[in-house]
């Protein structure tokens, strides 16, 4: 079965300084994978994506993500980042062996320091 | 309105109480989906339908009962709740039937409590 780790539950950043969410995957064909950010009170928005490709893959608000598939990894990164940014993110992993279920990680919360 | 909109946002019920949240896509799109986000856990994907049928049961009790009418409205029917249900039920649509291999698009969600 398919499953999906973020180690990191919080993580706290500087305004300014740049930030690196692990994501970690276990799926037994190609992947695809996913990030989502949720702010507070609101539903999830996709902030990038993978299929094939490039394995380097530029997303909204300044994101990007890259896929180390001999690490099974799809971590996101931004240069630096914005109080906004502060929300929780989630990786998630599906694929056509997947069928119907996209199957998302725990999630890592942001908070953003002044 | 535009992408996906669901109603109401906040919902209190007590155990016996029967009441329906409702998820309506402005996008066209053929396929929608019922999660349950609670605090301790992984969002859970508790129902897909695929053109108005549902394809994905992911062993959700009884006391849920989903209902999807045409491709762009999709109701969650609760009865005879327990306190352990009371989550942020979450709606999301996309254009491709399947779910896991194309964009979902999310609404708010609805946070129900049960008492």
């Known amino acids: 079965a398919q499953s999906v780790t973020q180690p990191d539950i919080h993580i706290t950043v500087s305004e300014g300084a740049s930030l690196e969410l692990r994501c970690n995957y276990s799926?037994?064909?190609?992947?695809?994978l996913f990030w989502y950010v949720q702010s507070p009170g609101q539903g999830l928005q996709l902030l990038l994506k993978?299929?094939?490709?490039?394995?380097l893959v530029q997303g909204i608000k300044g994101f990007e993500a890259e896929f180390k598939r001999s690490q099974s990894s799809f971590n996101l990164r931004k240069p630096s980042v914005h109080w906004s940014d502060a929300a929780e993110y989630f990786c998630?992993?599906?694929?056509?062996?997947?069928?119907?279920?996209?199957?998302f990680g725990g999630g890592t919360r942001v908070l953003v320091k002044p | 309105e535009t992408g996906v909109t669901q109603t109401p946002r906040h919902l209190v019920m007590g155990m016996t109480n029967k009441k329906s949240l409702k998820c309506e896509q402005h996008?066209?799109?053929?396929?929608m989906y019922w999660y349950k986000q609670s605090a301790k856990k992984p969002l859970e994907l508790m129902f897909v339908?695929?053109?108005?049928?549902?394809?994905e049961n992911n062993s959700v009790p009884s006391r849920f009962s989903p209902e999807c009418p045409n491709s762009s409205h999709l109701f969650l029917h609760l009865h005879t709740l327990q306190p352990e249900d009371s989550a942020l039920y979450l709606c999301?649509?996309?254009?491709?039937?399947?779910?896991?291999?194309?964009?979902?698009?999310f609404g708010p969600g609805t946070r129900l409590t049960v008492l």
């Open positions: 996008l066209g799109h053929n396929a």
């Open positions: 999301a649509s996309s254009q491709e039937p399947g779910g896991s291999t194309d964009t979902q698009y």
């Open positions: 998630a992993v599906g694929g056509r062996a997947a069928g119907n279920k996209l199957t």
């Open positions: 993978y299929f094939s490709g490039d394995t």
């Open positions: 339908y695929n053109f108005k049928e549902q394809t």
């Open positions: 799926y037994g064909a190609t992947p695809y």
